[in-house]
C-alpha cells in the first residue's frame, strides 16, 4: 500500500500547527470542537507522491482548488487534542484533478474521521490566496472572547471606527495587525456564503472577524496567523478593560496612528 512520507518542512509546520492549537486552547477560544486550522501544502509535495493514496470522498470544490494538497482538522476536533493526537484528528487531503472528491493521504486516525465541516470555506480561501496572495499557505479560525464581545456592540457597524479605536490602544496593534479587522456580516457556518464573505475580508484585512461567532485570518504561516488574533484580540481587551473600568480611553491620536505606519 502506498504511503506519504512527510518532508521534513511538512514536519516543522505541523509541529507550529500543534504549539498553536494549544495557545489557543490556553486562551479559552478553543472550547469543546470550536475552531478549525489548515495550511496549503501542495508546493511541498509532487502530483506522483500524493496521487493513488487512500479512497476518493466526493465532494464539490471550487475547480481552481484542483490539484491542492491540504492540512486541515476533523470535523469535531478539539483542537487541544492537536498538541498530542495530531495524526488521529487532523489529517492532509489531496483533491482530485476534477475538483470533485478528495483523499485522505494522511492522518485522520480517529474513528470515523472527517475533515472540518469549513472545508469549503478553508478550500475557497486557498484558492484566493494562491491567486491574489500566494505567500499566505496557513487558515486560523477560533473564538477570540474580547473580538467576539466587539461583533455585538454598535462599534461592529462602522468598520473605521472600531479599527481606529482598537489601534488607538497600543503602538503594537497598528504596526503588527497594519490592515486591521474586517466587520464580516453573518453567515451560516459550513457554508459558500461564509466562504465568499470572508474571502471579501481578506481583500483589504487582516482579520475577518465574523459577527456574532468568531474571527478568522490567513498569514504565511500558522504562527504569523496566531500573531495576527493575539495581538488584535489584545486591542479589544485593552479597550474593553478601560470601558469596564469606567471611562474612555484617550488613546493614540490619529498624528500617532500615521506616524506608526513607516513601521508595517
Known sequence: MKTLKLPNQVETELKKVSEVAGYLWQREWAERNAGNISMNLTSFFTK??????????????????????????????????????????SCILYINEDATAYSIIWGGKQENFGPTCELISHASIHLFNSQHHPENLAVVHTHPLELIC?????????????????????????????????????????????????????????????????????????????????????????????WAAGFKPAGLSNEQLVELEQFT
Open 150 to 242: 466587539m461583533s455585538h456592540h454598535e462599534l461592529f457597524d462602522d468598520e473605521e471606527e472600531l479599527n481606529r479605536q482598537i489601534w488607538m490602544m497600543c503602538p503594537e496593534v497598528k504596526v503588527f495587525v497594519p490592515k486591521g479587522i474586517h466587520c464580516t456580516p453573518y453567515a451560516l457556518s459550513s457554508t459558500a456564503e461564509l466562504a465568499k464573505v470572508t474571502i471579501e475580508a481578506f481583500k483589504t484585512r487582516n482579520v475577518s472577524l465574523w459577527e456574532k461567532h468568531g474571527a478568522t485570518t490567513t498569514a504565511p504561516d500558522v504562527m504569523k496567523a496566531w500573531d495576527f488574533l493575539d495581538v488584535a484580540n489584545k486591542g479589544a481587551k485593552l479597550l474593553m478593560m478601560c
Open 48 to 89: 506522483e507522491e500524493v496521487e493513488g493514496i487512500g479512497t476518493e470522498v466526493a465532494f464539490d470544490f471550487p475547480k481552481g482548488a484542483a490539484g491542492f494538497v491540504i492540512y486541515i482538522t476533523g470535523t469535531g476536533c478539539y483542537l487541544r487534542d492537536l498538541v498530542d493526537k495530531l495524526d488521529e484528528v
